[in-house]
């Protein structure tokens, strides 16, 4: 960054340059404010550009012009079954209220435009109020080439959720890739998606046709540039300006040294603290340590916002029903000694996955959620044992469908063979013992399993039993179950999966317009909280996928159109 040749003095300060903060930004500018965005890291973008870029957003444009007219009630029934005591009334209308004009302003006014996820139902189908559709959105698809100059100041794709630095778009996209050997018409798609994107890494040196979440941060991006946003990158706000009660800006730091920016208001949307070793260690559940929790966000995102809105008198909620949004994560050794993480997403639902814990038994629906998976690892295993659990398939099913990193054919396996991250045995007994599972539990959970998989059934865990377990599975599947196969054919494979995060759920308490409230309830004037920095509205519940970027993306606009003194959606 280049020192600073004018004053920076603005009506709106965002620290953190996510979707919460990039949402707030946009709105902000669009409604006359001068806007200025503080980055600590070098790229634009934060956990976002690492994100599947899924949205929950009920009452949605997309899904009413496709002729999807649901009750406004029907999502918060679903949210009161699902939250309990924890439902927070003036906040849930805050986010029903405005995300659907949300949507609208975005497709409207910025380059911001989205995809339905119409057929993606709720995660807990049994629960009142769910919805097996209309909920979901992400970002279109992004020429990378359009953002000029603004392309290398963009957040690369996640290495290890990308194909040698491919992002894949989750929805059609991804199902084209995992049907590639089974439908011509995959095999095109497949074809010239990876042909445009090996002309792009000879011309640009990185990947050009973006998706999922780096999409979602790049069309944010272009929008706050062309609206005149100042987007400042390595620069860390190390103190909030804060006298007589109220927060007037903050100092940040860069490598040019100090400065303080003046601002009528500032909004916290600095990612949370899934980094931050010692919160963890106080709040997180087995009280994990630098190793033993697999935070799926950059280094980056450690809790800044959090504490400097404590340090003028804002408050931690804690009382959640989790603190962090979990996810099921793997180990992946790099050849250059670097360790990734891989979040398993989809391939728990795959006819043929299994996941079971050290003595070898299964021990939940492994097609549920992901955040549902960690919940049951942790309450499955003892106090005082190693959290883990194991991913297991036969040869047929991995060559198909993947395991973790581990890709599907035509892939090879050699790699992740010899790094160590697949495990493989010719039996699964020797698979079993190449994982340090007892081999009788193993043979005798897939033994039960078999017999039932055989008919397409799993009386033990239901594997099937609701819209969402059905949608993550196979429509291309033969049997009678798109989550349920047998396991037969050897070699047999595993990935050893631990608990991981997308983000933290504790955060500062806000109100209904994103205000930060101190100890007595009250706002503190000119600070708002938005993205993880804010107590996540679902209360530490995870009801849908999208329930992180599609709160975070609507009270980044809350927050801006309250300070720009904007009470009617355009």
């Known amino acids: 960054m280049a020192p600073f040749d004018e004053p920076l003095d603005c009506d709106l300060l965002v620290i953190g340059s996510g979707a919460a903060g990039l949402s707030a930004a946009v709105t902000g500018a669009w409604h006359g404010l001068k806007v200025v965005v503080v980055e600590k890291d070098a790229t634009l973008g934060g956990a976002t550009a690492w994100s599947g870029g899924w949205m929950w957003v009920p009452g949605n444009p997309l899904a009413r012009r496709a002729g999807i007219h649901e009750d406004p009630q029907q999502p918060r029934t679903y949210l009161r079954n699902e939250l309990g005591d924890r439902y927070d009334a003036e906040r849930i209308d805050a986010f029903l209220d405005s995300c659907g004009p949300m949507v609208a302003f975005f497709e409207r006014h910025t380059r911001l435009q989205f995809v339905d996820g119409n057929g993606i139902p709720d995660i807990h189908g049994d629960v009142p109020g769910a919805a097996t559709q209309g909920h979901q959105v992400i970002a279109a698809p992004y020429d990378g080439g359009e953002l000029g100059p603004l392309l290398q100041r963009l957040r690369p794709t996640m290495r290890e959720t990308s194909f040698l630095g491919m992002p894949i778009m989750a929805g059609a996209d991804l199902a084209a890739f995992l049907s590639l050997t089974r439908s011509l018409r995959s095999t095109w798609h497949v074809t010239k998606r990876f ?14 046709q973006l998706v999922n979440g780096v999409a979602l941060v790049a069309r944010l991006v272009r929008s706050a540039d062309e609206m005149g946003v100042r987007l400042l990158t390595s620069a860390a706000a190390t103190q909030l300006l ?14 040019h040294g100090e400065q303080r920016i003046h601002a009528k208001a500032v909004i916290l949307a600095a990612g949370g603290f899934p980094n931050d ?17 697999l935070a799926l966000p950059p280094a980056s995102c450690n809790g800044d916002g959090i504490r400097l809105g404590e340090a003028v008198g804002a408050q931690l909620v804690t009382d959640l029903a989790a603190p962090v949004a979990w996810a099921p994560v793997s180990r992946v050794p790099h050849r ?4 990734g993480h891989f979040p398993h997403i989809i391939d728990r639902a795959k006819p043929g996955v299994i996941g079971v814990l050290a003595n070898g038994r299964r021990f939940v629906n492994e097609a549920d959620g992901y955040y549902d998976y960690v919940a049951a690892m942790h309450q499955a295993i003892p106090d005082g044992q190693p959290v883990a659990s194991w991913l297991i398939c036969d040869h047929p099913t991995q060559r198909r469908y993947g395991l973790g990193y581990a890709r599907p054919f035509p892939v090879p396996l050699g790699p992740v063979l010899r790094s160590g991250y697949l495990k493989r045995g010719q039996t699964l007994e020797a698979l079993a013992q190449a994982c340090g599972i007892d081999p009788q539990g193993l043979a005798a959970t897939v033994a039960d399993y078999n017999r039932h998989a055989r008919n397409g059934e799993d009386p033990a865990f239901g594997r099937g039993s609701t819209p969402y377990n059905r949608k993550m599975g196979d429509p291309l599947h033969r049997g009678a179950n798109p989550c349920v196969a047998a396991i037969e054919r050897g070699p047999f ?31 503190i004037p000119g600070l708002y909280a938005a993205g993880t920095d804010m107590a996540s509205i679902m209360g530490g519940h995870y009801p849908s996928g999208g329930i992180n970027l599609g709160p975070a993306m609507t009270f980044g606009y809350i927050a801006a159109r309250h300070i720009a003194g904007i009470t009617d959606f355009e």
Do not use: C, W
């Open 493 to 523: 494979y595993a990935v050893k999966v631990e608990p991981g995060s997308f983000g933290t759920f504790a955060g500062l308490r806000t109100n209904g317009h994103t205000q930060v409230l101190d100890a007595g309830g009250e706002a």
């Open 242 to 255: 804060y006298a007589d009660g109220r927060v007037s800006g903050a100092q940040i730091k860069t490598e």
């Open 195 to 208: 042909g445009r994107h090996l002309l792009d890494l000879a011309r640009h040196g990185r990947a050009l």
């Open 336 to 339: 250059d000694g670097s360790v």
């Open 277 to 293: 070793i010692e919160r963890r260690k106080a709040l997180f559940p087995r009280h994990p340590g630098e190793d033993e929790h």
